[in-house]
């Protein structure tokens, strides 16, 4: 019953994008529901095999629809805590953005094939978290992956959305190489692609090979997360419609990376180069990130970097361990983020800008959306990790399983030793984790002032000095008392927002989530809670300060530079702050390093085969042509020519035979 | 009669129907002058037919072969003169160059039939 239930899961959307697809010009009026309706029942059906398998249990099915030679491929599931809650959240979060695009997206002449693919993109990522064999996994992997290409570039009309398109695909596919041997590596070790199989050769010390397959993997994963030497691809990914954010960033796509590494933990375990690559990756992640989304001026790129932060923090628990802290993580993050990409859906409706700096001298959007400024207000707390919210527990749970690493006692619930888990690298995760715990805390407080609470000049109650004609021109035009947004949109943001108030309540009750989980406790611990929640306050402390003397000396500044901000950006990062804004340059030193002489080569290959190879076909071509012209002009139609031609041959050959006798 | 007269006669009359062949431009004057060489060709067969004193006179049958073989042929090529004729309004052979490789040399002469067509 539960295993029927499972399969309807990650096919209902999938037919859904099917019907979609082909619906969408004859019967415009199915494409809504179509887009909806599959997504929401596979949301029911994840939890009603969430509650049907209940905790602790898991179940394996497996059928071979066909012998392919070597290792056997099956079609198989294997739900256990992990793949079940996480189908939960892929379900719940992909259908608060299927409602929320049919309306944010109801002008777009292209809606039908976007929530086609947003169907298929959920009906994927359901695909590699149910998946029991390496290989299927994959194939549910790629599919994200293209479908990521397709969503990103929604609108091509814009170059922006082209790169960024073409970029989010080739910087993933170049993880996807490694990511595929590094499958056929664990596999040739283990003797099968069932993850189970994997798993139970791995717990059992019979991967002779872990620390090369482990390392493969991670380039894979760096990619589909957005782990630091791959990570570019996220923040241009936002030239994407936004509910495309909310979906890639939260549910699905970087998700996928996470809880691939989660899956194959023991794996990972066995090696403890594997774990220290991981752990590194993710500190510069998450501290680069940090600094990245402080100086940013889009209001997306700022949740772009935050995103690739927050997964930073998961990579760097599953470095030191701790596979429940990352998944519970991963949970309360692609609540969130969700919730916060789908208001700053609404707030760039409202705005019609991205840019802070231009919300900053806004009057009046907290009037006007009203409940993204609530929502978003609880977003951003989760984010900072402030106490009560969803964020707080999960984020001191890692903290909690660095801390036992540094201690030397890493918590891997018995799914590896925990003594391949170095101390130092413990240490590095948690003060990496409490630095950036500081800067999240300052970006989050950075955005909520900038995007909501404008600085009064004076002059302003004259004349409103609106940074664009266009926003300007919205503003004056359409001032309604109430909020602008559409139920559609407004819904699903008090929907997020129960998990990002809730969840991370769970974390106090013990046996709660462990038990679904590994059963590491997910408590915070009081040596790093307080810590941890000192660290937020003061990165919020920091910026509110640092905002209130920026505002200042824009008033003060205010007949003289009209064109100010109040950014505590340039106080709190000093320096930093011209490099952070362009992301340390990485898409720079790639465009050097890669980019620049690939297409010097390009150049070069096109010049050798233009002129250099295609010089000698065109020879071989007018040679025989040039013979032709010259043996043609014999043929002009004149019989008596010819006639005159043989006579000529045949006196000389009567001369020639003559002469010879 | 010595052989030299009808041999002498034979070659003269061939190289006539050989200037005729090359040298007239209208197609019915090409056929009389083909007639005219292969009719010193039958001079040829019939005066080395009695020169040799042939038993079986092969080179008189042979002759009355060929006189057979160039009605038939003078028959068909006078029928393809006429409907060159009838089409194009012309049996001149320098006119009638249309299959031949188009080039810039022939252009000319297209042009002319061409328009002698249209």
């Known amino acids: ?661 | 009669m010595h052989l030299v007269y009808p041999a002498v006669l034979a070659a003269l009359l061939f190289c006539v129907g050989l200037y005729g062949v090359l040298a007239r431009r209208n197609a019915v004057l090409m056929l009389m002058s083909v007639e005219l060489m292969l009719n010193a060709v039958n001079l040829n067969l019939v005066a080395f037919d009695v020169w040799l004193r042939d038993i079986l006179h092969a080179g008189q049958a042979l002759t009355l072969f060929t006189i057979t073989v160039a009605a038939a042929e003078i028959g068909l090529g006078l029928a393809i003169v006429l409907l060159i004729f009838r089409n194009r309004g012309t049996a001149d052979i320098d006119r009638v160059g249309r299959l031949a490789d188009g080039d810039e040399t022939t252009g000319d002469i297209e042009k002319e039939s061409g328009a002698t067509v249209g």
Not at chain 1, 31 to 54: F, S
Not at chain 1, 93 to 118: H, I, K
Not at chain 1, 489 to 505: D, F, Y
Request: aromatic share 8%.
């Open chain 1, 1 to 661: 019953m539960t295993l029927t239930l499972a399969i309807l899961v990650p096919l209902l959307p999938f037919l859904g994008a099917l019907a979609g697809l082909a619906a969408g010009r004859r019967a415009p009026g199915l494409v809504r529901p179509l887009a909806v309706l599959p997504t929401l029942a596979a949301a029911v059906l994840a939890v009603l095999v969430m509650v049907g398998l209940g905790p602790g249990h898991h179940l394996d099915a497996a059928t071979q629809l066909t012998p392919t030679g070597g290792l056997p491929i099956t079609l198989s599931f294997h739900l256990d805590g992990i793949a079940v809650l996480l189908a939960v959240l892929v379900t719940v979060v992909a259908t608060c953005v299927q409602v929320y695009s049919t309306s944010y997206l109801r002008e777009d002449p292209r809606y039908p094939s976007y929530a086609a693919l947003v169907s298929l993109f959920t009906a994927a990522m359901l695909l590699v978290v149910y998946s029991g064999d390496l290989i299927v996994l994959l194939v549910g992997w790629e599919v994200m992956g293209v479908c990521s290409y397709f969503l990103v570039g929604h609108h091509w009309e814009r170059p922006d959305a082209r790169s960024a398109s073409i970029k989010a695909f080739l910087v993933t596919k170049l993880g996807d190489v490694p990511f595929l041997f590094g499958i056929f590596v664990l596999a040739s070790d283990a003797g099968t692609f069932r993850i189970d199989g994997v798993v139970a050769a791995a717990q059992t010390g019979q991967l002779p090979h872990a620390t090369l397959a482990a390392i493969l993997l991670l380039c894979g994963v760096a990619g589909k997360s957005a782990q630091f030497p791959l990570h570019t691809w996220l923040p241009d990914a936002m030239a994407g419609p936004t509910p495309v954010s909310a979906l890639i960033h939260a549910a699905t796509m970087v998700a996928a990376g996470v809880y691939l590494v989660a899956r194959l933990e023991p794996v990972f375990l066995r090696s403890t180069a594997a774990l220290v690559v991981l752990g590194i990756m993710a500190v510069i992640t998450m501290i680069g990130s940090a600094l990245c989304a402080l100086a940013q001026d889009d209001l997306k790129r700022v949740l772009a970097y935050s995103t690739v932060g927050q997964l930073g923090y998961m990579a760097g628990a599953l470095a030191v361990g701790d596979r429940d802290a990352a998944l519970f993580h991963l949970i309360t993050h692609g609540a969130f983020k969700a919730l916060l990409f789908l208001c700053a859906g609404v707030v760039i409706h409202a705005a019609h800008t991205n840019s802070l700096t231009a919300m900053s001298r806004m009057d009046g959007l907290r009037r006007r959306v009203p409940d993204a400024y609530a929502t978003m207000g609880l977003g951003l707390a989760a984010l900072a990790g402030l106490p009560p919210f969803s964020g707080f527990f999960s984020k001191d749970a890692i903290l909690t399983a660095a801390e036992h690493a540094a201690n030397g006692e890493a918590l891997t619930g018995g799914l590896g030793p925990a003594g391949n888990v170095p101390c130092w690298l413990g240490w590095t995760v948690l003060i990496g984790g409490l630095l950036t715990a500081l800067l999240t805390a300052a970006y989050a407080t950075r955005l909520w002032l900038l995007a909501f609470f404008p600085v009064r000049r004076p002059e302003q109650a004259a004349a409103p000095v609106a940074p664009t004609a266009a926003a300007a021109a919205a503003l004056v035009s359409d001032e309604p008392a109430g909020p602008v947004e559409p139920p559609a949109m407004r819904a699903p943001l008090w929907l997020l927002a129960v998990p990002t108030l809730a969840l991370g309540l769970v974390g106090l009750w013990p046996k709660a989530l462990p038990a679904w989980l590994d059963g590491v406790s997910l408590t915070p611990s009081p040596v790093t809670w307080p810590i941890a929640t000192a660290v937020a306050l003061l990165g919020a402390g920091l910026a509110w300060l640092a905002w209130r003397r920026a505002a200042a000396r824009v008033l003060a500044e205010a007949e003289t530079d009209v064109g100010a901000a109040a950014d505590p950006a340039p106080l709190l990062l000093g320096p930093l702050l011209a490099p952070a804004r362009v992301g340390f340059g990485v898409d720079v030193f790639y465009d050097r390093v890669f980019v620049r002489p690939f297409l010097a080569a390009a150049r070069l290959v096109s010049f050798l085969d233009r002129e250099v190879v295609e010089t000698y076909v065109k020879g071989a071509a007018g040679t025989p042509g040039l013979l032709g012209r010259a043996v043609r002009r014999a043929q002009n139609g004149n019989t008596q020519g010819y006639l005159s031609a043989l006579a000529a041959g045949v006196v000389l050959l009567a001369v020639i035979v003559a002469v010879a006798q």
